[in-house]
């Protein structure tokens, strides 16, 4: 989540609650603003939201994004995909997963 070079910021969030769920206590604005890594647990859910809400705050809809199901077994699965579109690629992978948003999704190619 981190890559010389390509990620100089890192933030790791809960998704468990919608970014307009007024119980949040994450700053969605502020992280739509931020140009390095953002990870995202439990928030398949409210990944379209959370999506729509990091673009509206600045963050380009051609921003990369992983979503890693399974890590680090046998039964891994990585769906990829932009800001824009990462919604409807990963409604199919039942949590739990990762969301890794930024550059540095670039950097497993």
Not at 58 to 84: C, D, I, W, Y
Request: a neutral charge.
């Amino acid at each position: 989540v981190t890559h010389r070079g390509v990620a100089h910021e890192l933030v790791v969030v809960s998704g468990h609650l919608a970014p307009d769920n007024p119980a949040s206590l994450v700053d969605w604005p502020a992280l739509g603003r931020l140009r390095g890594t953002v990870c995202v647990l439990m928030g398949l859910a409210n990944l379209p939201r959370i999506a729509d809400t990091l673009i509206a705050a600045g963050r380009p809809p051609t921003t990369p994004v992983a979503v890693v199901q399974e890590a680090t077994t046998s039964a891994q699965r990585v769906v990829r995909a932009t800001l824009g579109t990462v919604a409807e690629r990963a409604a199919e992978i039942p949590p739990p997963a990762v969301i890794v948003i930024g550059d540095v999704v670039s950097a497993l190619d």
